[in-house]
């Protein structure tokens, strides 16, 4: 399996508040993801990393922000969290854009803004 | 742009039946495609993939076949096992492209 964490596994806030998403690699993988999933959507791209500091937006963005200081962690904020954002939120990783990577997949995030 | 098309659940069948899901896709250029299986309280794990036309892709039982002709990707298992209970997800990724574009994903259910 690869080596891929996430943490918190669940978390409960309050809408407005902060809360940060943590992913976690072993792999030394240049790319990592961030998607979140809802019953009916399937998995959509919310930001996405090609290396330290480099960064750039997916389908669904607004209402989050992204981080990558240091090749194996990679954080996503939601600055100010809403209920829309209630859903599981899984990081993935891959080697390179070559059509031959697979990306591989952390264990999620399940989180439930109330 | 590019968007993937797979049949909606759920399905339920029973032990040792033939199970087909069915997958379109459009896409510009020649994409990778993929299905990835997702176990209750799990990530997804990749379960194939094709990377050309005509390519076969195969794992644990299960098939799809790459078809350019008619966009397709649909995966197959001769017979199934409750343990294959899960959600799958048909997705495509352009070459060059960093983002998988994943179906919706269908949820089978195999009973003993």
């Known amino acids: 399996d690869a080596g891929i964490t996430q943490s918190p596994r669940h978390k409960v806030t309050e809408t407005g508040t902060p809360v940060t998403l943590r992913c976690h690699q072993t792999?030394?993988?240049?790319?990592m993801y961030w998607y979140r999933q809802d019953p009916g959507h399937g998995l959509r791209l919310i930001h996405y990393?090609?290396?330290?500091?480099?960064?750039d937006k997916g389908e669904v963005s607004d209402g989050y922000s992204v981080s990558r200081s240091k090749t194996e962690d990679f954080l996503l904020t939601l600055e100010s969290a809403t209920s829309s954002q209630t859903s599981v939120y899984f990081c993935?990783?891959?080697?390179?854009?070559?059509?031959?990577?697979?990306?591989?997949f952390g264990p999620g995030t399940r989180l439930t803004v109330t | 742009g590019n968007s993937v098309t797979q049949m909606e659940g759920p399905v339920t069948l029973s032990e040792e039946a033939f199970l087909t899901i069915n997958c379109t896709y459009t896409?510009?250029?020649?994409?990778?495609l993929f299905w990835y299986v997702q176990y209750p309280g799990e990530g997804l794990q990749l379960l194939l993939k094709?990377?050309?036309?005509?390519d076969k892709g195969s794992n644990k039982g299960f098939e799809a076949t790459y078809r350019k002709e008619t966009t397709s990707f649909h995966l197959e298992k001769g017979s199934v096992q409750v343990s294959d209970s899960a959600v799958y997800f048909c997705?495509?990724?352009?070459?060059?492209?960093?983002?998988?574009?994943f179906g919706k994903g269908t949820k089978l259910t195999v009973n003993p």
């Open positions: 896409a510009t250029g020649y994409p990778s």
């Open positions: 997705a495509l990724r352009s070459g060059g492209s960093e983002k998988l574009v």
């Open positions: 990393s090609y290396g330290v500091k480099d960064t």
């Open positions: 993935a990783i891959s080697e390179g854009l070559a059509v031959t990577y697979e990306q591989y």
């Open positions: 792999e030394n993988h240049r790319y």
């Open positions: 094709a990377t050309k036309a005509d």
